[in-house]
Structure formats: C-alpha cells, structure tokens
C-alpha cells in the first residue's frame, strides 16, 4: 500500500508542551502535506513539502522530511487546548495520481 | 474567498430517498472531489473532477452519482443507500489538474444518516 502510517495513533500532552508526530510512507513521492482536523469537521491543510525539501516552519509548525528513511515529522510547539484534533500526512505523487491519507494521529492537549 | 462551502450540514435519509450533497468553491480552482469519512478513519476518496470533467471514478457504487454542472459547483446524488454509507462526506478543491502536487480545501463536510 502507498499509504503512510502516522505514529503514534493517539498522543495526550499538557498546554504548553511539545507535541511530535511522525509519518512513514513506502513509495517515491512528488510532496507530503500534513492536514488538522478537528472533530466531526472538515479539513484544514496545514504544511506541504516538497521531495526536494528537508525543512519547513509556519508559524508554531515545523515539519521535516527525510526522503532517505521514506518519513516526515510534524512538531507543534507550546501546544495549546485548541490544538486538540486528529492530524493527517498526505503523500503527493507527480501526475494523476491522487493523495493517500495516512490513517492520522488523535492529539489531545489537556489544559 | 478561500473557502469551499457545503450544504446541507446533516442529511438523514431513508434507504428508498433520492438526496442530493453540493459543494461549492470560489477559488478558481480546477478540481474538486468527494470523500466519504467513517469515524476514526481518513478520508476514502470518492471521485475526481478535473476542469469539469470526471477523471477519477474510485469503483464507488452506482447509488451515488457524481455532477459539475460548472466550474465551481460539484454536487452528489445519493439514491437506494444503506445504513453502511452514514458518514461524513467532505467536498474538496485544489488548483491544478496534477491532483498529487498541490493543497486541497476542504469544505466542512455534510453528516449523512441513512436509517
């Protein structure tokens, strides 16, 4: 399957701490996008980078991507309540071919 | 607007309805597409519009039929469902027909019961 795994499936952390989660995928990809979903919602697009790129920030966002070891890793730092939601990776593939959602890691930060 | 909108929020249909799910977006963008979400799950992609024209059909069944009756419209028939189809179901768009290389918007999705 080219799907990416996230890990962990569930992280629970305290209001200001960090919080890190990691995507694996098995195939060459063209880009990977990390999106937030909070409950029962749509959505929300987050970070996409490119094959050719090892490093992103937005805001309180970092990813990495290592393209070597076939993962990427999104750090939320000083994490807030509002925070809480299930997060997704997203493998992007030149052409056609349409995103493969990972199955996604449940973030809860308790206040 | 960046801003994909779908209505209605929640549906509850029974097995013998005919529904329909719209999506709209205003960004310009040339392909949008329907996922079905179960809870705890990613999204399962549906179908592919690209420049108003099917371009991925994901074996779904016939009971849910596809329509872009323009660029910025992408609705949903829904007939003859099961208890098994309840789920979200997300409308999305993105800018480019290389559905792969660029971010998808996502509208906040329609909740649909089927009983």
């Known amino acids: 399957s080219q799907q990416g795994e996230e890990d962990p499936q569930a992280l629970s952390i305290q209001e200001g701490e960090n919080a890190t989660m990691n995507c694996s995928y098995k195939t060459s990809i063209n880009n990977l996008q990390w999106y937030r979903q909070n409950s029962g919602r749509g959505l929300v697009h987050l970070i996409l980078?490119?094959?050719?790129?090892r490093e992103k920030h937005s805001g309180r966002l970092r990813v990495t991507l290592d393209t070597s070891k076939k993962s990427s890793s999104l750090l939320i730092t000083a994490s807030r309540a509002a925070d809480t939601a299930s997060y997704f990776c997203?493998?992007?593939?030149?052409?056609?071919?349409?995103?493969?959602f990972g199955k996604g890691t449940r973030l809860s930060v308790i206040a | 607007d960046t801003e994909v909108t779908q209505t209605p929020k929640h549906l509850v249909m029974g097995m013998t309805n005919k529904k329909s799910l719209k999506c709209e977006q205003h960004?310009?963008?040339?392909?949008m597409y329907w996922y079905k979400q179960k809870a705890k799950k990613p999204p399962e992609l549906m179908f592919v519009y690209s420049y108003e024209k099917l371009s991925i059909n994901e074996s779904v069944p016939s009971r849910f039929s596809p329509e872009c009756p323009n660029s910025s419209l992408l609705n949903l028939h829904l007939h003859a469902l099961q208890p098994e189809d309840s789920a979200l179901y997300l409308c999305?768009?993105?800018?480019?027909?290389?559905?792969?290389?660029?971010?998808?918007?996502f509208g906040p999705g329609t909740r649909l019961t089927v009983t």
């Open positions: 997203a493998t992007g593939f030149s052409g056609n071919t349409p995103l493969v």
């Open positions: 960004m310009g963008h040339r392909a």
């Open positions: 980078i490119r094959s050719n790129e």
């Open positions: 999305a768009s993105s800018p480019r027909d290389r559905i792969g290389s660029y971010e998808q918007y």
